[in-house]
């Protein structure tokens, strides 16, 4: 059995629930209290060890059970790595069974723990179930000035917080022109230069000079666009009434015909 903390009694889809045996009582905090002694004396001597063997892995943090029983330390390296001296050594040491895990860097900063750009403990430490997939794509969307040190979270990969309000930009987009799309203003026909997402106001370059800000609602389509929008409609049904083909192909194929019966 292990010590857990309950952030939600809502079952999450795709997670497996686990019984819950009973609160700590105050026998169970003073054991916590020993363990958590035994598991700092655990990862200092791991770490004494990993240097006096030379090996080529980083001891990030370790977790003993309730009971005792287990010793689990978490590790991160580059290649794979022979720990079985390193095994030996912990085993004669804590008198029971060892476990080494490797793992990737943003497990590694869940289980270190530390507090983020915004001041806070780091969401991995604290409330996240899992790690979801994060892109370059989310920061685009929301505007976010794309340099990796203002991206980047505290085990060095983008900040998993870029996806909780990504949803919410990407829908909004959808109602807002596109930067470079042209548009028709109440003051006359321009092209887009910037986009504020959660005002939905678009920055225009007009065409008679200057620029102005708009809300979306009062853009439309110019008329040169609607103009050609027209004639693609046109020449698609054209190409329908004829059995998919367009004049010039019609030409090409009588010119062809005649050739051959000449």
Same mark, same amino acid.
């Given at each position: 059995?292990?010590?857990?903390?309950?952030?939600?009694?809502?079952?999450?889809?795709?997670?497996?629930?686990?019984?819950?045996?009973?609160?700590?009582?105050?026998?169970d905090?003073?054991?916590?209290e020993?363990?958590?002694?035994r598991?700092?004396?655990?990862?200092?001597y791991?770490?004494?060890?990993v240097?006096?063997?030379?090996l080529?892995?980083?001891?990030?943090?370790?977790?003993?059970t309730?009971?005792?029983?287990?010793l689990?330390?978490?590790? !991160?390296?580059?290649?794979?790595?022979?720990?079985?001296?390193?095994?030996?050594?912990l085993?004669?040491?804590?008198?029971?069974?060892i476990?080494?895990?490797?793992?990737?860097?943003?497990?590694?900063?869940?289980?270190?723990?530390? !507090?983020?750009?915004?001041?806070?403990?780091?969401?991995?430490?604290?409330?996240?179930?899992?790690?979801?997939?994060?892109?370059?794509?989310?920061?685009?969307?929301?505007?976010?000035a794309?340099?990796h040190?203002?991206?980047?979270?505290?085990?060095?990969?983008?900040?998993?917080?870029l996806?909780?309000?990504?949803?919410?930009?990407?829908?909004?987009?959808?109602?807002l022109?596109?930067?470079g799309?042209?548009?028709? !203003?109440?003051?006359?026909?321009?092209?887009?230069?910037?986009?504020?997402?959660?005002?939905?106001?678009?920055?225009?370059?007009?065409?008679?000079?200057?620029?102005?800000?708009?809300?979306?609602?009062?853009?439309?389509?110019?008329?040169?666009?609607?103009?050609?929008?027209?004639?693609?409609?046109e020449?698609?049904?054209?190409?329908?009434?004829?059995?998919?083909?367009?004049?010039?192909?019609?030409?090409?194929?009588?010119?062809?015909?005649?050739?051959?019966d000449?």
């Amino acid at each position: 059995s292990d010590i857990a903390v309950v952030l939600s009694t809502k079952r999450a889809a795709g997670h497996l629930a686990r019984r819950v045996l009973r609160r700590l009582g105050a026998a169970d905090w003073a054991a916590r209290e020993q363990l958590e002694s035994r598991e700092k004396e655990a990862l200092a001597y791991a770490r004494s060890r990993v240097d006096a063997l030379g090996l080529e892995m980083k001891i990030v943090s370790s977790e003993l059970t309730l009971a005792g029983t287990r010793l689990t330390l978490f590790f !991160t390296g580059e290649e794979r790595v022979d720990f079985r001296a390193l095994v030996r050594d912990l085993a004669a040491r804590f008198h029971t069974r060892i476990e080494l895990r490797q793992t990737g860097v943003r497990d590694a900063a869940r289980h270190t723990g530390g !507090t983020g750009v915004c001041g806070r403990e780091l969401c991995c430490a604290t409330f996240l179930p899992s790690f979801e997939p994060i892109s370059i794509r989310m920061a685009k969307d929301q505007n976010l000035a794309l340099q990796h040190e203002k991206l980047a979270g505290y085990c060095g990969r983008l900040r998993c917080c870029l996806q909780y309000e990504h949803g919410i930009y990407r829908d909004a987009r959808k109602a807002l022109p596109k930067l470079g799309k042209r548009v028709k !203003t109440p003051k006359g026909d321009g092209r887009v230069k910037d986009v504020d997402v959660l005002k939905g106001r678009v920055r225009v370059q007009l065409d008679g000079g200057g620029f102005g800000e708009f809300d979306s609602g009062e853009l439309g389509i110019p008329e040169e666009i609607l103009q050609q929008q027209q004639r693609q409609r046109e020449a698609e049904q054209e190409r329908a009434e004829s059995g998919g083909e367009s004049k010039s192909a019609k030409r090409r194929r009588r010119r062809k015909k005649k050739k051959e019966d000449g």
